[in-house]
């Protein structure tokens, strides 16, 4: 049985940092994190690839950074220089295809939906 599970989220100020986990029960060749915020579609913001490299959407580019811990299946997301507008639920993803190719990030290539999803957790920063 495939699950993910998050955890880490709560309240910060802007320019403070967090980190989310993301413990997974099974190896998958593709994990990443998305998040959504409240009227807006959901984006892809970091991923470790099969060679466990990361990849990040434009958004969070030089503030987030993503790694996978394949011992102890976690998948963390350290998040620096938060700022008001990355409040969201976060959610972590998996899928057995390979799906972290260029532009993951973009709504076009997130169709068809990514297969495995945590349950979420709540990111509030307050300016």
């Known amino acids: 049985q495939v699950w993910l599970m998050e955890s880490g989220g709560g309240s910060v100020q802007a320019g403070g940092s967090l980190t989310l986990s993301c413990k997974f029960s099974?190896?998958?060749?593709?994990l990443a994190w998305f998040r959504q915020a409240p009227g807006k579609e959901r984006e892809g913001i970091a991923g470790?690839?099969?060679?466990?490299?990361?990849t990040y959407g434009d958004s969070v580019k030089g503030r987030f950074s993503v790694s996978k811990d394949r011992t102890n299946k976690v998948l963390t997301l350290h998040m620096n220089d938060l700022r008001p507008d990355d409040t969201a639920v976060y959610y972590c993803?998996?899928?057995?295809?390979?799906?972290?190719?260029?532009?993951?990030?973009?709504?076009?290539?997130?169709?068809?939906?990514?297969?495995?999803w945590g349950q979420g957790t709540q990111v509030t920063v307050t300016s």
């Open positions: 993803a998996g899928d057995p295809r390979y799906r972290l190719t260029k532009g993951w990030w973009t709504p076009p290539r997130q169709t068809p939906p990514w297969t495995y």
């Open positions: 099974t190896y998958l060749p593709s």
């Open positions: 470790a690839d099969i060679r466990d490299q990361p």
